[in-house]
């Protein structure tokens, strides 16, 4: 199956993560990855979701993009996206380790 | 000016004009309570936290305004959880604050410790931890603009003991945002949708819930009207439309009378106007409204493409697109369709009872529906009886049916009825219930009492939990198990215990006297309507099924 990354912008405060994760156990859509930090000021904090590009993946956006706390939602299914890089090395890393 | 977290709460109400708050205080509240104490605010104490919950939805579903519950941390938090779920449910916009204990003891499993903020994170439109004093007018404001705004919903405000307290130097408070959606529709939209009228042929409307959070009836009359399109509604959306008008259609769905759901089946356009296509009203969803197109208008963009792929949508108020709507369609009678639909609720009628004894459910609901003041706001519990008073009480206007829709909470009807009467007071509340459904929030009798309320509580007693029962008896062969009560408390004793009037119509000589009597006479009264154990609510499209598989009816 196609994959595709869902790029957040979201308040930075602890609890925002459970939103964002809750929304996607509530409406049973399976998250495969997740990479988060703050930006600049520290206010707000970027994620980047990696999940499964199913038809249901508009309902999901719209979903996520009715929580308060998210600001911004955008996706691409670009695998030129930084966010594979890293987790491609992440993966690679743990791979290191377990050899 | 020097504030303490408590007295900024109590303020924030004050300047939302909340009159009324329903709750139950504790250790960690008092603080809260004791800026009660000094403010002009009427604090009604509920007898549980559910009921303070649902006493709010009361409020709240009445009259459309933000209503406000408060509870203590702990099991006071989650007590609450049903009636916010429930809200979120059925989008009524409530703000509860609960207490929770002081932010240095976060986390340490003190006592009446519990995850408030997590265990509410599912079942409300947002929700607040408060961590520092100075967030919290902001939070409050937001509260507010949050439970109201768009589609509306339960907010949670978790305030720690100690931010309660804690007292610092303000020195503005937060301006009250709008809570306008803006448009975002245009001309070619709305052109496009009255094309998609203007060509069909067997267009309906169906309405919802959002119908009546817009406040757009007489919008909606107007429309249906000017082009002659039939309505039909959803339980949520009862009262948008008087049953008198020939252009009603009832209530679609598991219990919708068989010409109802015969005619959206016939239909070439749906026009779903704040609707979210609930399987109770669609049935099987694939086979809804096959053959039509469909139009959805909905103030939530994530309802539009849930569950049904429509043809076209609108993101927006629905009255607001009615407005522009009314213009732009052109006066037609459509002869044809409507002669249609006159034949085939000949053909498909919903069936009266062929007594008119009382002891008959829907003879009840029936009669008292006649002798009710028009102005009579009905709330319901959940089970046979809510669907016999949704199938045949003529609700005449918005907000005259509060019910547990999307949630089905058993517990509902007498808390409700509570709210619905203290915000609207010289109206009678009529509060249908079954035995099953009663037991679960009897203890708010108290509080009826207390405030001395126009409810008068109708208990439909079938010694069953009969919705249970039913499916049982049809769906699973007639094994009937753990639905049957085996022993009768007397419901009318037990009123009189509390202090209301309390009547058993099987002791009446006269049960049609002594249900006007109860029904005219001020203050509170509970009766007891024994009725047909084996009366089942019909039509009933089996779970799963199309709405076109009806049993019985």
Redesign the interface.
Known sequence: MSQCILELTVSNH??VM??IT?LF??RSYNLEGILCGPTGDGLTSRMYLLIDNTDRL??IV??L?????VLEVSFSIDSAQPFYAALNEFYRQKEDIKD | MRCSGAEMIVKTLEKRRIETVSGIPGGATLPIYDALYKSSIRHVLARHEQGAGFIAQGMARSTGKTAVCLATSGPGATNLITPIADAKSDSVPLVAITGQVPVSMIGLDAFQEVDTYGLTLPVTKHNFLVRNVNNLPDVLSEAFQIAESGRPGPVVIDVPKDIQTEVVEIERWPESQSTDVPTSWNKREIDQIVGMIHKAKRPVICIGGGVIASGCAEALKKMAEKNSIPVASTLMGLGGVPPESPLFLGMIGMHGARYTNYVLEEADLLLAFGVRFDDRATGRSMDFCRRADIIHIDIDRSEIDKIKRVTLSVVGDVGEVLRDLISEIKVDRRSNWNSRITRLKAQYPFIMPKTDSLQHPINLVHHVGKIAEFDTIVTTDVGQHQMWVAQVYPFRSPRTFLTSGGLGTMGFGVPAAIGAALANSGRRVVCFSGDGSFLMNIQELATIVEQDLDVTVIIMKNDHLGLVRQQQELFYNNRIYAAEFHSAPDFATIAQGFGLSGYDLSKSRDPLKTLALALSKPGPSVIVAPIDAAANVYPMVPPGSANRVMIGG
């Open positions: 602890p609890g459970s939103h809750g156990a509530r508009k309902q719209k979903n993009e009715k929580l308060h706390d």
